[in-house]
Structures are given as structure tokens and as C-alpha cells.
């Protein structure tokens, strides 16, 4: 809201000695004269107004246009779209999947935890949506990305090698974003500053192709590099809302992918939930990932 300042400017000046008649009455014409009013150097004064005409135009404009559709101005979470009741108040339904648009191909297909391959993730939120407030509704969630496919059981000796590589892996995109940020819009700057110390140091390990038993040593032997990368990532998951936990729907931008690649991701982030309550906490997401208690610091989460 902007708001408009006037200031009254006062001149002052000397008093002086009484005017003569003639004066008087010369003084008087001057006064009935008009006095133009000069346009700003280089302005051209009907410019200036019609500028000024139009601006109002297109404020106009734009307040008609939400007047007209105050859908424009009204969000929906996903699965649903705005609608106007009778009064011309914008309320939010649930999509329907057939108004989705088609998918380009199976790259864009999607499986749910139903196991039914839904043709885009437009496509499965609608139908959630249309289950909103029922049992089933309630457990239907995004699986991974990709048509439902078998996928193998997690074995005990996989699942101890899962926090293996993705340990590593949210290591190398923090380097790899901390290289790559010329605009400054990836990583704030105290993201920057704890990056800048794992990039500098010499005995970080590159990224690549590396045996269990190497990633294994390296976190034992370079322990701190591993600190940070975790408690960014559970920071980048705790979005909606950003309350110290991870729900299913928080985690899925990250597992979703995953699952295809990484059989044992599901596994995985199921056992980080120690106390069952569907919410992993950033201490119970530190210790899946091998960090010490005494490291765990919210702070980090920046």
C-alpha cells in the first residue's frame, strides 16, 4: 500500500514599505494575469497526462478482470480447481481426472500405493481428491513415479547399505549446487558458507562410482562432511508445513523417485519412524542416517 506524503512549503520573506497607488494598482493586473504552468524539461505535458490516463485504465482493467473472475487470485491445492458459487465467491472442488490433460507418454505415469498406475499425477490427485473424507482416501498416497512394476523385498543386509549411498549422494548435490549457483538462487548464503568448507576439503571423496566398503570408511573417517547434507535435506522435506516433521507427502518428492532405482527406499523410511506415529522427526531422520545424537541441531535446517 503505498502511501502519499504532502508537504506544504512556506516562503517567507522581509516585510516591506507601503506601495504607492500606482504600484498598488499594478500589482493588481500582474495578479489577475493566469499564470501558466510549465511542463517538466523534456516532458511533453499531454504525454505526460495521457500516461498518466492510461495507467489508471489498466488499473481499472485489472481490478474489473478480478472482479470478474476472483478465481485469478484464488489457489487451490493439488486435485482441485476454483470455482464461483452464485454470490461470485471462489471455493476450491475436486478436478475432474478426465479434465486432466493426456500424458505424453509413460514417463509421466504414476503408481499409487493401491498399486494402479494412474496416467499423470494430475490424474492421481483428482481421483484422491474425489476420496477426500473417506477410509480409502485417507491411505491412498503417491507410491513413486513411473507404472506400478513388481519390486523386489528390502533384505536386512540391503537396507544397511541404503543410507550408504544416499549419505553420499546428498553430499555430492550440495557440492554440485554450491558449484553451479552463479545466480545465487539455489543455496542461501549460510547454505553457501557450510558448503564452501566440504567443497575446499582435500579429503572429500568426488563423486562417482564407489564399492559399500569405501563409503563406509569415509563416513567413519570424515564423519562432519555427512553432518550438514542430512539436516539440509530434512530442511528442503519439511515444507507444508514446516513443523520438525516429515510426513508421506512430504517425503515424496524425494522417495518418489527413488523407489524405481532403490528398492529398498520404502523400507527405509518406514524404519525411521521409530514410535510409528506416520511423522518421521528430524532426530528420528538423523539417526537413520548415522547421526550422533549429540550432532543433531536444528539450527543446521537453514
Not at 576439503?201 to 566398503?213: M, Q, V
Not at 542416517?289 to 536444528?298: P, T, W
Request: glycine fraction near 4%; charge should be negative; hydrophobic fraction near 35%.
Amino acid at each position: 500500500m503505498k502511501v502519499w506524503i504532502f508537504f506544504l512549503l512556506c516562503l517567507a520573506g522581509n516585510a516591506m514599505a507601503a506601495p504607492t497607488e500606482e504600484a498598488v494598482v499594478e500589482e493588481l493586473l500582474i495578479a489577475e494575469e493566469p499564470i501558466a504552468e510549465e511542463p517538466e524539461v523534456g516532458a511533453n505535458p499531454i504525454q505526460v497526462e495521457i500516461e498518466e490516463f492510461d495507467e489508471a485504465i489498466d488499473i481499472f482493467e485489472e481490478e474489473q478482470a478480478f472482479a470478474d473472475n476472483p478465481c485469478l487470485d484464488h489457489h487451490c491445492k493439488k486435485g482441485k480447481v476454483c470455482e464461483v458459487d452464485e454470490d461470485n465467491t471462489p471455493m476450491c472442488v475436486c478436478q475432474d481426472p478426465s479434465a486432466c490433460p493426456a500424458s505424453e507418454g509413460e514417463y509421466e505415469h504414476v503408481c499409487g500405493t493401491n498399486n494402479v498406475t494412474y496416467e499423470s499425477s494430475c490424474h492421481f490427485s483428482a481421483t484422491k481428491c474425489a476420496l477426500e473424507g473417506t477410509k480409502k482416501g485417507h491411505k491412498l498416497h503417491l507410491d513413486y513415479t513411473g507404472p506400478c512394476k513388481y519390486i523386489d523385498a528390502c533384505l536386512d543386509s540391503e537396507l544397511s547399505e541404503f543410507p550408504l549411498r544416499m549419505r553420499d549422494w546428498l553430499k555430492n548435490v550440495l557440492v554440485t549446487l554450491y558449484e553451479r549457483d552463479v545466480d545465487n538462487d539455489m543455496l542461501t548464503e549460510k547454505q553457501k558458507l557450510r558448503v564452501k568448507k566440504i567443497f575446499e576439503n582435500e579429503k572429500r571423496l568426488t563423486a562417482g562410482e564407489h564399492s559399500l566398503d569405501l563409503l563406509a570408511h569415509d563416513f567413519e573417517k570424515n564423519y562432519n562432511m555427512y553432518i550438514f547434507p542430512v539436516h539440509w535435506q530434512f530442511g528442503q522435506l519439511d515444507q507444508h508445513p514446516v513443523d520438525g516433521y516429515l510426513t508421506h507427502s512430504e517425503l515424496s518428492p524425494l522417495r518418489a523417485p527413488l523407489i524405481p532405482m532403490e528398492h529398498c527406499t520404502t523400507r527405509f523410511f518406514e524404519e525411521c519412524d521409530a514410535d510409528n506415529d506416520k511423522y518421521i522427526a528430524l532426530e528420528e531422520w538423523s539417526n537413520c542416517f548415522g547421526i550422533k545424537e549429540q550432532d543433531v541441531d536444528k539450527d543446521l535446517i537453514v
